[in-house]
């Protein structure tokens, strides 16, 4: 049986040369750890800077030579203290050079973004003793931007097929031209799932600074429980409603193939963690959600016009379309439609788009709140949905926590609920709910009076 196990280190893991010390002595304790992704150097303590963050600094202020070399020095700084506190035999200062002419050299924003990356994974792949792999090389887009998967999973198949411990940096490939092109933050998880499906790894380990998935923000809820056990669905639900656990995109090529994904903490390595899988002999028993989590500055467009028709949501889903309003949840009935949307696109288009709605539908009302955060929890134990939602919304009243809107989204098997919240209130909603759930009897049965018609984009 393929005990070929693929392993990804975050930003956090692979900070500082301490941090690089862990993470070798990890790959080193299981021989079956052969390809190991990495990201750009991440926080090492508050108030630092992460890598890609600065570089993107540096891209974005290359006329203004003093504060270029001040975050390029930032940079410059961090990899070599890496190099010279292990004494990786490496030339950093010459390739940082380099990477430092190619910003005035007409060098894309992509190749820019992803140097964080390409370097530490020179230096890490140095200093363990693997061999370096460039993801130019194996992860290919297409021109429009969209990965190719075919030649991808060519490329990395033969390129891999001879080797067993390499190094290969996370978040970005190349187009057929050679040119470096990016997938989205957080895209180093992509890299790991992809390598992960096309070598048929019988794991996916995902290294990062917490012991797992935690049922909610451990900045805002001390000491929140562990999931021990997600299914695929669960964790994307997260993903989507902006937990910083797993890149969404990332789910989909190791659940094709059913390869389990490992949630683990670097720093706390003997920690349970979480497996994700849809074909676990265990079971979270403990735990009726499988996560609490928010994400903030969205708006609530609500029209009013009776009998909303068929042509009418036709008219205004090509009004979104015309202004790349990204449309997030969608609820509606006979005379209403409320659309949640993004704050930032709709404030640079807000009064072209009420203005191109009233002209095209004549709505009898437009209504739009801004500063949403909207606030979701994944129900694992549907039984227990009524209970939640109900006890969720009076602690919140109690509270004095107004809510813009409920969307419900239920199948036979699962069911979430997405509060639609002040920004400003978040936190506290998150803290009530955590509480509320948490305190929920297990042999109530309260009915609630809320049920809203939805469609999720």
Known sequence: MNKLIVTKFGGSSLSNDIQFKKVKDIILKDKNRQYIVVSAPGKAFEGDYKVTDLLYKCYSCTNNKDLFENYFNMIEKKYISICENLKIDIDIKKLLSEIRNNFFNGASKDYILSRGEYLNGLIFAKFINFKFIDPAEIIKFRENGTLDKNMTKILISKKLSHITEAIIPGFYGSTKDGSIKTFPRGGSDITGSIISSVMNASLYENWTDVSGVL??????IDNPKVI????????KQLSHMGAEVLNEDSIAPVKKK???ISIKNTNRPYDIGTIISDN?????NENIIAGISAKRNYSIITLSKSYTSKNDLNI????FDDYNINIEYLSFDYDSVSLIVPDLILNTCEGYFINGIKTRIDPTSICIKHD???VGIVIRDVNKYNDILYTSLKNLSYQNIDIEIIIQSSSSYKSNIILGIKDFNSSRAIKSLYKSINNINSNSNINTKYKTVNINF
């Open 316 to 319: 205004i889903f090509s009004i």
């Open 215 to 220: 049922l909610a923000n451990p900045h805002i």
């Open 258 to 260: 059913g390869i389990p």
């Open 372 to 374: 949403i955060s909207l």
């Open 280 to 284: 676990l002999d265990n079971e979270d």
């Open 228 to 235: 021990k056990y997600m299914t695929y669905s669960e964790i």
